[in-house]
C-alpha cells in the first residue's frame, strides 16, 4: 500500500497555470503505474493522465493534450500534473491514483484498477 497526498489545487483565471502534486509514503511511486483523475460537480470520475511502471510513457486525455504534463521527481517520491492554459471545463476535485496491476498501457483508466488513492485537491477556473 502507498499512501499519496496531493497538493497544489486551487482558484486560478482562465489561461492559467496550477502545478498539482502527488507526494507518495510507504513504496516507490517508480514502482507503481500512476494516474491523475478528475471528478467536476455532477459528473463522475475520468481519467486525465498517467504514466505506466513498466513502459514510462505518459497518456493524455485529448481534453487536455497539448496543456498539461505529468513530470516526476523520483528523488521526492512523487508526480506532477502541470496544467497549462487551463479553462473553465477543467474545475474539478483532481485526484492522483496508484496501481500495481496495471504496468504497460494506462490509457483505459478503470477506477477498480487503481489500489491506493489521493484525498483529492480542488482546482477551480473562473472565466
Known amino acids: 500500500e502507498v499512501q499519496l497526498v496531493e497538493s497544489g489545487g486551487g482558484l486560478v483565471q482562465a489561461g492559467g497555470s496550477l502545478r498539482l502534486s502527488c507526494a507518495a509514503s510507504g513504496r516507490l511511486l517508480a514502482d507503481y503505474t500512476i494516474a491523475w483523475f478528475r471528478q467536476a460537480p455532477g459528473k463522475g470520475r475520468e481519467g486525465v493522465s498517467c504514466?505506466?511502471?513498466?513502459?514510462?510513457?505518459?497518456h493524455y486525455v485529448d481534453s487536455v493534450k497539448g496543456r498539461f504534463t505529468i513530470p516526476a521527481d523520483n528523488a521526492k517520491n512523487t508526480v506532477y500534473l502541470q496544467m497549462n492554459s487551463l479553462k473553465p471545463e477543467d474545475t474539478a476535485v483532481y485526484y492522483c491514483?496508484?496501481?500495481?496491476?496495471?504496468?504497460?498501457?494506462?490509457?483505459?483508466?478503470?477506477?477498480?484498477?487503481?489500489?491506493?488513492w489521493g484525498q483529492g485537491t480542488q482546482v477551480t477556473v473562473s472565466s
Open positions: 491514483a496508484a496501481s500495481r496491476g496495471v504496468a504497460y498501457y494506462c490509457s483505459d483508466y478503470v477506477l477498480s484498477e487503481y489500489d491506493d
Open positions: 504514466i505506466s511502471s513498466r513502459v514510462g510513457l505518459p
